[in-house]
């Protein structure tokens, strides 16, 4: 069960260039472990950059989604390109943010069921089109997110989000990426309220 | 005829951060004119910055694929994923790399009636492949490359060439994006051999 | 959240035929809960009776399948008619039986990419393919299964599997089937060996 | 021209459970032969009892749908699932129950196209969606239904009978069952009215 | 019961060119009634006479394929194309020509589990992929078919043949052509032999 | 790059009957060479007269579409269909007709985001389902084009071009046709107006 965590060479963080082991080990101190997705990506510094920069814009900035609804696009996305690594590592991320421990799993088999409001349910629509379907996407499908109140940047937000992790979800299925193990049980149980 | 390049506002250059306006300025001297993927997506310079570090990191990069064929893989994936700027645009890119001016056309038709080599066919089944059915690729899909002479960093290549125009056609179907009326023309005369 | 486990009516258990009633008092003894599968069918008694004639008919059938293997069956097929209840209910006894916390997220997303033997890909293959293009299941998809050693008896459990989960996939669409809130947990954490 | 019925061994009459020879019997004295799908289920008596408890239950009920209508679901989704023998075996049980020679046939071809009323088009398109698609299947699907004036319980009724014909149709296509040459014939000439 | 067969107008024989009007008294002469394609192709002579040209250019050439060969490929291209008119009034011709009254409701449902020939499976494995996914054939498609023993002009048959159909179940799609009463009935039961 | 314009044996001019040179003389004399449909469908001479007779009853009649619009349908469904010689010589063919050097890319590409009237992109919207999913084309398809002014007998030009173009593209296919060289640069550059 000592599987590789991605079909090409995996750096060592001693060898890797500073900045992006610097990166590694930020997020190991945030999170408690590294996520395969930097071991792997590391093999090539330059695009490992480009593709965290354009991680950072799109997921930290602020927006008319939440956190949570970020992720929840991930997950649909991931789900529809049956892409092991999004869904797991991504579905671990989306139970901690919106503090719901059976969203993720939800919305994994089909976000149609989910629990997810009528607002939420247009954005995955769209994004789930988007991913799968980018060719039928046309100013018509815009019309039931503006009608949810989703404002023309946050539309944006929706289909980059949606075209980061077509990149995204390519690249683990290229590279044969491996979850953690730890992700796998990650936000399963409510922190008890205070 | 003065149809919009983008559903969302395109700023003008005069706006833009300088080392976004100066990498378009530098694109306007080389090419004679500014593509509008440089326009519509400066509407978030992050995204921009890092959108365009992939595209330096992955398609200026040494690599065994030729600049020819790796613009072949972006004519063939954008070609499946129905998506006019690239399949227009990268055409041009196309006749101009490979000084063929029927090769763009062919391969945005279908890549597997197109004059190419059997190794560039294969390339590009992987390309396809990826760029329609990620969760079908496999360890299996990179044996005809390996046995057509591609090594492992090839292979990456072809698939993050796929992967990030993957991310490139969705942003282009999500903003509507017009490929500039020069591409249509460009590289369709051979230049007289001196 | 208390969302109805069905779009039909649910008995109470006391308004239930006695048999009924006591499969169910049976599987709470077991199980610690009533799965919403049996509160859902009991609705009508009759067909209550068949379908779990007809499951232990197969599923307690002695095989040369293990039990884990009936399971992954189960997971892969409903995966791919994303099946929420069946998913996540049979996830959970699938990662019982196969004592590992990973294994049915695994083959929920792709099983194609999940740490399962040759012998047991090959087989889900078989399953998904019925699953999905029954019609195009003839004598030599057969083949590899014999040839990893799966006799006659083993594929028809194969097939018989995957046929009952598609009747059982399509009442949890019909009725808009919502698993216990218990599955999404159960057999996450390894009990400690002795 | 003599060929197997099933894939699997087909046990004799004499060597069956009196339960299972009994009900062959029935179907014999009153069809005047014993329909195939007899045969290839009594290989494993106890699928074989499940499988015609919940056949019997679903389509002897009483209900919304007349027997006709029943067969006309069984048909349509047998059809997009090119089951040979429920296509032709039905097909001759729906010629029968309609007193209509062309129906059969018209169904298997396409539903849309069949002198059908609205109201059984309405009835086969959801059908045909929960056989083929059944991950598509949504609370939105049940309003035309309900519009035309079937009761929650005629849902079930269609619904149920398709999932029972996906297991069917399954099993068909697993065991290559074979049609019996009587059933082509059967029902295709109109009994002359008294 | 009393439906149109075309949503065209349907010209009477008497007011249709001598010519056309002799083409379908012929045919009547010979199969005791006019089939409906006739009356609505009639529609328009012009289409008439070049659609007859065709058919009888294929259909009545000497070939390395039967008759009852040719019109399997009929029907198996118009049962995917699902369209009525041609499977059910091409379904009697074969029947007549195979002298086989189960042969065209087999081939319609799926040829892969009709009772033909390995040889004839492969004519008809590459007749259906050139009717549905037409981008796929390539110079491999051949090599089945030359093993078989199928000459070059064989397979410009069942490649026209398939093609003529393809623009034929477009019409009658089109057209909502509706197959006459007669066919159902042709062929069904075998001329006792003498 | 001598490569051969079919599979098939192509005849010399002076073998063929005098109708058929003449006509393919013809041609030449109006545009210049002669397009390599006509060699290769020379092959058959019977199969070729009824072609150019259903060709010229179709695309030389006079209907509610303008000869551009013809050329418009014939480039999106050759498109869909992915058949290079139909997409290369008739989008030459579009571009003169419509006096537009962009169009026949465009909807090549894709016909629903290139420069076409609501009224053009509703007949591409019919021709393009008719061509890829016939059976779905049902009255209902039919309404839009009403509502935006088609008549009768314009729908049938658009439904029976799309059907010719689907025996064209399959002919192609089947032959391995290919495009002439001078077919990519026609109509790529407006003429001067005076």
Request: charged share 25%.
């Amino acid at each position: 069960m000592n599987q590789p965590i991605s079909r090409y060479p995996v750096p060592k963080l001693e060898d890797l260039p500073s900045d992006v082991r610097d990166r590694m080990l930020q997020v190991q101190e945030k999170a408690g472990f590294i996520p395969n997705v930097f071991h792997a990506l590391a093999h090539r510094a330059d695009e490992f950059r480009a593709f965290f920069a354009y991680h950072d814009a799109l997921m930290l900035r602020d927006s008319g989604l939440s956190k949570a609804e970020k992720e929840m696009i991930v997950v649909a996305t991931s789900g529809v390109n049956h892409c092991p690594y999004c869904v797991i590592a991504h579905g671990a991320v989306l139970r901690i943010y919106a503090r719901n421990p059976h969203i993720a799993d939800q919305i994994a088999v089909d976000h149609r069921k989910a629990d997810v409001t009528a607002r939420q349910k247009a954005m995955l629509d769209f994004a789930v089109k988007l991913a799968r379907m980018p060719e039928a996407v046309t100013e018509e499908d815009l019309q039931p997110l503006r009608a949810y109140g989703f404002r023309d940047e946050d539309i944006w937000d929706i289909g980059a989000i949606t075209a980061l992790f077509a990149l995204s979800n390519r690249m683990a299925h290229l590279t044969g990426m491996r979850p953690n193990d730890e992700f796998y049980l990650l936000g399963r149980v409510l922190p008890a309220s205070k």
